[in-house]
């Protein structure tokens, strides 16, 4: 894995000091690391899309992400390191993802928080395998309580099968099912904005069946949104962590026209960055905060429109990383 910090370029204003800072000036390479804080990944993989019949592209989507991310403002967060992409280039699609989770589980016992980069929403199953991996080595007896809130068009829990016989991009959930399944763990999953009309009946009765919180689309508005707030707030009541995961193509195609499946009706981001901040605010009783993880799936630069999508993309990593500047700081899964 090679650390390219060379994409990290951006205006640079003296004048300012370090009030004028920008995250391309802030950011180090993940060798140089020495302590905690937010571990920047990608996963540049275009097989999960590929097996899922969808149009690839987002193998690129790490590297755009980066020189988005440069020209933000640096707010003093926590320290920001880049660990560079874990690609996908052979086709053997559970290799990457298996070691983009001994990155994901590395970076958690060193208490960073991982932002992780897509790829394609395989990425998913690669990250939840990494936090997974982590609760293990904690050896505790009892199973963790993990809540996996997805913003997402597509629910993603389609039966590994066929030509996604080893997973796909819209296999991850599934395969995260029934991982919890295999290990007697509870399976907290919530998909926010998933499109009716882009998901079959079977997926919405699979869906069901694991008991998964779902709210479509054309249910979140500006006058919704309170009991939307509600529904996420029971849900996360009910874990001691929490890992986030978006989408990109969550967003109407107006507003992320750089995606491998638009959306025609989408959820507006000004919504979208209201949830995450309750997410951000999730703690558990001892003042630790809930979100443990995070990672970004679907952004496709070759469908990127003035790099809309790919600011999008940063936008919200950016919005993560900012929250975490504050005294409540991740201390682990228990």
Request: charged share 20%; aromatic share 8%; with cysteine.
């Amino acid at each position: 894995m090679t650390i390219d910090m060379s994409l990290w370029q951006g205006r640079i204003d003296e004048e300012d000091g370090d009030k004028g800072a920008r995250l391309h000036q802030k950011i180090q390479p993940a060798d140089k690391a020495s302590e905690p804080g937010i571990m920047l990944m990608g996963f540049a993989c275009d097989e999960g899309v590929s097996r899922n019949k969808g149009r690839v592209g987002a193998y690129a989507a790490p590297n755009e992400v980066r020189k988005m991310l440069a020209n933000l403002p640096w707010y003093d967060s926590r320290p920001f390191y880049d660990n560079g992409n874990t690609p996908c280039d052979d086709h053997d699609l559970a290799k990457a993802q298996k070691l983009l989770a001994k990155n994901v589980t590395d970076a958690l016992r060193q208490k960073h928080f991982p932002i992780i980069v897509g790829g394609g929403h395989e990425v998913a199953w690669g990250t939840f395998q990494g936090l997974a991996n982590h609760c293990l080595q904690k050896n505790t007896t009892t199973p963790p309580r993990i809540g996996i809130i997805n913003f997402d068009a597509h629910f993603d829990l389609r039966a590994p099968s066929g030509q996604s016989a080893q997973g796909s991009s819209g296999t991850p959930f599934s395969q995260i099912a029934d991982f919890c399944q295999h290990r007697g763990w509870p399976f907290h999953y919530a998909c926010i904005g998933v499109s009716r009309a882009s998901n079959t009946q079977a997926l919405f009765d699979r869906a069901e069946l694991l008991s998964v919180l779902a709210i479509e689309d054309k249910h979140i508005s500006a006058e919704s949104l309170s009991t939307v707030r509600d529904k996420l707030q029971g849900f996360m009541s009910q874990v001691d962590a929490l890992y986030l995961t978006i989408d990109i193509d969550v967003f109407p195609a107006s507003t992320a026209p750089g995606v491998s499946a638009p959306a025609v009706h989408g959820v507006a981001y000004p919504l979208v960055e209201s949830l995450i901040e309750d997410i951000l605010s999730a703690e558990n009783s001892d003042g630790t905060m809930k979100l443990t993880l995070a990672d970004i799936a679907e952004l496709n630069p070759r469908y990127d429109i003035d790099n809309h999508t790919a600011r999008l993309a940063a936008r919200l990593i950016w919005t993560i990383a900012r929250s975490l500047s504050g005294p409540t700081h991740f201390q682990g899964v228990m």
